[in-house]
């Protein structure tokens, strides 16, 4: 082979265009092998996927309705405790795959052309591609069952899905900065959690908080995503305390921040 | 000539014991192009993080790898951890095509052909034999057409019917691409380099002559 014959294949990546179609592929190419990884060619893993949401938020309503609080302001309780809990549920998701996106999948980065931000971005479309899923599928399941009516603001809701989902991602690549420091970060993260759940409007609105509570409870991003979420589902719900800049204050802080960390500590995070 | 790889102040090294144990110190080298490369080093020596440094794999505590601009390098062969294990060899064959834009069906097709696998390949990786996985990471990575190619102890596990099939392979690929081999086979690294470095005490050392090479590594 001759001096000349180096790079033989420049032409595939010396353009703009071409980088995006190599980036296309990565994205591609990641996303298979996620897929292929979490169901495989059994069904059964897709099914859970929807069996285990569903039937979280059949427990928690019917706790609600035991506890003699049905959906508040009229609003029907399986759509109420749907909204609360998938939105919770996507955001932790997103975060509890992002901590340990690139350290469990080094191996990936034997192929030159994928970088951690890949790895990140390929789950996150996961991730997100799978949220979605759920929340149409069981949005629709609740509409054929005549358990909810029609969601008032589709768009926004989708919109709302995709903020929180890009929180849970840019939240969890913190993490997993600051975990490489302290892996005991993923132990506190699994408690936080836990706490969450009970803190961030999957049970409740903050109208049924006695007052007191309610200034800070509302320090908690995932508490504004459940209001909002809420008002952009029911027509009897209009939130006086969701506020859509505040999460999104929070979202710009963790995305500069996790991008800052990811580029300083990357070599610590891939490090074996 | 470009150099194929340019390495600048490169060192890596793995906390034993809370001390920096040294695998690779400051290392600074432009490896050739047009040439086949042979890296030799005892065991423990580093060859296997000199490669994964080399394939941007691990990154270095300090200095940076540079390849010619345009060059399609190989994963490194051999190098199980590149595939997922609980996928089947189909399932990291269709990864694989999509990451370089290759025809699905067109990559299972070669190497169904080239590793003879039969219906293992559509078993998960971790059910494989050393033997099988072997000749499953070989068979895909001379299915793809890269400008250089990786070979890190690829066929000491295959059996010798397989290894000679691998040998003639890479007697085709010779004439379009080149090599970077590690192994402990001197013949292997006789018959396809034309330039060798010996990895001792985190450097590299360069002969233009194999047979040198190959002299000095054998008195480590």
């Known amino acids: 082979m001759s001096s000349t014959d180096l790079g033989r294949n420049r032409d595939r990546r010396s353009t703009f265009i071409g980088a995006l179609r190599v980036q296309g592929r990565v994205l591609n190419g990641l996303l298979t092998r996620e897929l292929a990884s979490r169901f495989g060619k059994r069904g059964t893993g897709m099914l859970f996927t929807f069996l285990i949401p569903g039937g979280q938020i ?19 309780i399986f759509p109420f405790t749907a909204c609360g809990l998938l939105f919770f549920r996507g955001w932790r998701n997103m975060v509890t795959d992002q901590i340990d996106a690139v350290r469990s ?19 996150f479309l996961v991730n997100l591609t799978i949220n979605l899923t759920v929340a149409v599928v069981i949005y629709m399941v609740m509409r054929i069952f005549g358990l909810s009516g029609p969601a008032q603001e589709p768009l926004y809701l989708l ?18 900065s600051i975990g490489s420091f302290f892996p005991v970060i993923r ?19 903050v109208p049924e908080l006695p007052p007191a509570v309610r200034e800070y409870l509302l320090w908690n991003p995932l508490l504004h995503i459940a209001e909002l979420s809420r008002t952009y ?40 | ?95 694989v095509s999509r990451f370089y834009g290759r025809d699905w069906r067109d990559l299972v097709a070669q190497v169904e052909d080239f590793a003879e696998l039969g219906e293992y390949l559509d078993m998960p990786l971790e059910t494989y034999s050393s033997g099988m996985r072997s000749r499953f990471n070989f068979a895909i990575s001379v299915a793809m057409d890269f400008d ?58 360069y002969f233009d002559n194999v047979q040198e ?5 054998e008195r480590l």
């Open chain 1, 187 to 205: 132990s506190i993260n699994v408690l936080t959690m836990r706490v969450l759940l009970f803190l961030s409007g999957v049970f409740f609105v």
């Open chain 2, 1 to 95: 000539m470009t150099p194929l790889i340019t390495m600048e102040n490169v060192s890596k090294f793995y906390r034993v014991k809370g001390r920096k144990h040294y695998v690779l110190r400051d290392i600074s080298l432009d490896m050739p192009g047009g040439m086949s490369i042979g890296i030799l080093g005892r065991n423990g020596a580093g060859k296997s993080t000199l490669v994964s440094v080399l394939s941007r794999a691990i990154r270095p505590n300090q200095g940076r790898v540079i390849w010619a601009p345009g060059i399609e390098v190989s994963w490194p062969m051999g190098f199980g951890a590149a595939f997922v294990g609980q996928l089947t060899g189909q399932e990291n064959l269709k990864v």
């Open chain 1, 159 to 176: 919109l709302l899905l995709l903020l929180s989902n890009f929180f849970g991602m840019v939240y969890g690549m913190t993490l997993a």
């Open chain 2, 148 to 205: 250089c190619y990786i070979f890190d102890e690829l066929m000491s596990v295959a059996d010798a019917r397989f290894r000679q099939r691998a040998e003639e392979e890479m007697h085709r690929l010779a004439g379009r691409s080149t090599f970077v081999v590690v192994s402990h086979r001197m013949k292997t690294i006789q018959t396809f380099c034309q330039c060798v470095y010996v990895l001792h005490n985190g450097k590299l050392h």
């Open chain 2, 213 to 217: 090479g190959i002299e000095v590594y």
């Open chain 1, 233 to 272: 589902y029911f027509i009897e719900y209009d939130t006086a305390y969701g506020d859509l800049s505040y999460v999104l204050k929070w979202v710009g802080g963790f995305f500069v921040t996790a991008f800052l960390l990811e580029r300083l500590f990357r070599d610590r995070i891939t490090a074996r």
């Open chain 1, 105 to 123: 999948s080094t191996g990936l980065l034997y192929f030159r052309q994928v970088t951690e931000l890949d790895i990140y971005l390929g789950r």
């Open chain 1, 58 to 76: 059949v427990i928690i309503a019917l706790l609600r309705v035991f506890s003699g609080l049905p959906g508040y302001a009229g609003m029907p």
